[in-house]
């Protein structure tokens, strides 16, 4: 299903929608396990990276797999989409809409503003034909996610979101209030470090900029990038079993359970799973040296993965249950 249905129950209902990337089959199973067995609406996400390295029409059928296994497992009517994560053109779009994506993001938010608009509305004009939904981003976020990559961000200007939704028309729109790609959202220097743990304490969401976005759009559906929190426990895993994470920090998870209030209605996940499947994979390596079956380290990842999209869909996002 495309997004349209989703996000408007989302925002009405106080919670949003998770976006879990996935390029593999341990993956793919661990994500529709936890949403199947939290009666959750998903979003399976596709990026550039995902189609070059897992190809893109495995990742299509796998996702269509994907809704007989949610099946199999009792989910009756599950509720998935599959998603292009970060579309960088009009092309790679159409083929996606071609092959059977039921939502893209054109991500034209590095280029200049009326560029960014006539792109991203030749991607709506296109897409709207087959029904599939479009998410657009305004807006630059910092950080290093597969292909997409900035050294600075600059916050989303709200005086600008009326005239972009208006303009594109875009279904969603992901915008930049202090989320950040990757493993690493914050140096050292914007942080600051909690006296007692000596951690890491990342700079507060500019909850400011999102309140005066939804005033300008009331009731329209928002998008936050970047959402990894990061868990402390599988960065230390992984550093415990022979890793080197020095100081890679995360958006507090309070701070997302705030957002899933408000218009925010869906929220990309994928540096927390890669996270967990390193940590667990490392575990097994350095307790069983002589381990060569790859369903032995492959399974406990999955587990871990599992673990940790339930934990995000109930205790972070609040869908469980919206798809019943
Ligand atoms: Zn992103």
């Known amino acids: 299903m495309n997004t349209r249905e989703m996000f408007a129950k989302a925002i009405k209902g106080g919670y949003a ?13 661990a994500i529709i396990k936890a949403a199947a067995e939290t009666k959750s609406p998903v979003i399976l996400q596709v990026s550039k990276g995902a189609r070059n390295y897992a190809n893109q029409t495995l990742l299509r059928y796998m996702a269509q797999g994907a809704v007989e296994y949610a099946k199999e497992l009792g989910w009756e009517h599950p509720q998935i989409c599959l998603h292009l994560d970060h579309g960088d053109s009009f092309e790679l779009c159409k083929s996606c809409v071609d092959f059977g994506f039921s939502s893209v993001m054109i991500d034209a938010s590095s280029l200049p503003y009326e560029e960014n608009i006539a792109l991203t509305k030749k991607v709506v004009d296109y897409a709207h034909q087959y029904d599939v939904t479009v998410e657009a981003e305004l807006g630059v976020l910092a950080g290093v996610e597969d292909e997409v990559s900035s050294a600075v ?31 690493y959202k914050f140096t050292p220097e914007q942080c600051t470090r909690d006296p007692k743990t000596g951690k890491l304490v990342p700079p507060p969401l500019a909850f400011d900029v999102l309140d005066a ?14 959402s990894s929190s990061v868990p402390q426990e599988y960065v230390d895993m992984i550093n415990q079993y022979g890793g080197k994470l020095p100081d890679a920090v995360g958006i507090p998870e309070e701070q997302l359970r705030k957002a899933s209030e408000s218009a925010v209605c869906k929220i990309n996940i994928d540096s927390d799973s890669r996270l967990a499947f390193t940590a667990a994979v490392r575990k097994v390596f350095a307790e069983k040296p002589g381990e060569f079956d790859p369903r032995k380290y492959c399974g406990p990842a999955r587990d871990l993965m599992e673990e940790l999209y339930k934990h995000k869909i109930i205790n972070v996002l609040g869908s469980s249950g919206k798809a019943e």
Not at 17 to 29: D, H, R, S, T, V
Not at 156 to 179: M, N
């Open 213 to 226: 976005i939804m005033e300008q759009l009331p009731g329209f559906p928002i998008v936050l990038h970047g």
């Open 17 to 29: 929608i998770p976006a879990f990337n996935f390029n593999n089959m341990e993956q793919l199973q």
């Open 153 to 183: 961000s600059h916050y989303t200007k709200p005086e600008e979101v009326v005239d972009f939704a208006t303009r594109t028309g875009c279904d969603s729109l992901a915008i930049s209030i202090g989320t950040s790609h990757g493993a």
